[in-house]
């Protein structure tokens, strides 16, 4: 795990600090962070990365003026490569899009253009934004999750933090399956509060012992990392304990400060097939 306290680039961020909410626009509130800082952690080459994939965000608070000085509300979405050198830490990027709040802006599209382009700077790559009005995001309804649900398996946990050998693989012939769990929880890495999620896991391999699957997903429960993190270090854990032809690793986190995170992990694809919003978000 990356240690806050040797890392200067985050000893600067906003995070774990008290800070003042920004009346007006202002671009220099986000704080990107090198995501190399802890892809070295779990030995990825950034110039060679062992898998695709992409961040999506939902921003549920987002507010701003017209130029008649009438509130404006949106839903947006924002998809980060994860090939970007650079993540945005999540507390700045709050900060951010309340600065939007009491400023004037001439229209939908001029919001839409500032933030992608704003975004893009700080995580160096192209950034898509899309902007929902607020009836309009009720397209995307509450979805279950594929696959079959490993919580209800009936085993003994003592472990809370990740480590190797907890996945176990079984004899037998290559299988194609999709599992998941709602029981994944970690914390942020500097504040220490809880990240809830559910999480996908699909793989073409060898069959897993499903009772040791889910006792790893919860070995996270006291383990601190930030989102994005947390489905890297999962995704090479399980490539190098299953030997898989494919795996896929996708977890939906719950909101907070207004935002929420899924990251995408995949050997095959940049961007998932499953158009997913779970009942917990």
Known sequence: MTDYNNAPELKASVLG??????????AS????IAR??????????????PFKGEDTWTGYELSWLNSKGKPQVAVATFV????????????????????????????????????????????????EVTLF????????PFTAMPGECIDELDIEVDTYSPQEGLV????????????????????????????????????TGKPVCKESLLKYLISFRDHNEFHEQCVERIYCDLMRELKPSKLEVYARYTRRGGLDINPYRSSESDKTAYNIRTNRQ
């Open 17 to 26: 600090k008290t800070t003042e909410y920004a009346s007006q626009y202002d």
């Open 29 to 32: 509130l986000l704080f990107p």
């Open 36 to 49: 190399k800082l802890n892809r070295d952690q779990i030995a990825v080459d950034e110039q060679n990365l």
């Open 80 to 127: 980060f490569p994860c090939q970007s050198s650079h993540i945005i830490e999540s507390k700045s990027f709050k900060l951010y899009l309340n600065s939007f709040n009491q400023t004037k802006f001439a229209s939908f599209d001029e919001v839409q253009t500032i933030l992608t382009n704003d975004l893009s700077k700080a995580a160096q790559t192209d950034v």
């Open 133 to 140: 009005k607020a009836e309009d995001y009720a397209c995307i």
């Open 168 to 203: 176990v693989v079984k004899d037998g012939n290559e299988v194609t399956e999709t599992l998941h769990s709602h029981l994944l929880k970690s914390n942020c890495l500097i504040t220490s509060q809880p990240d809830w999620a559910s999480i996908v896991i699909s793989y």
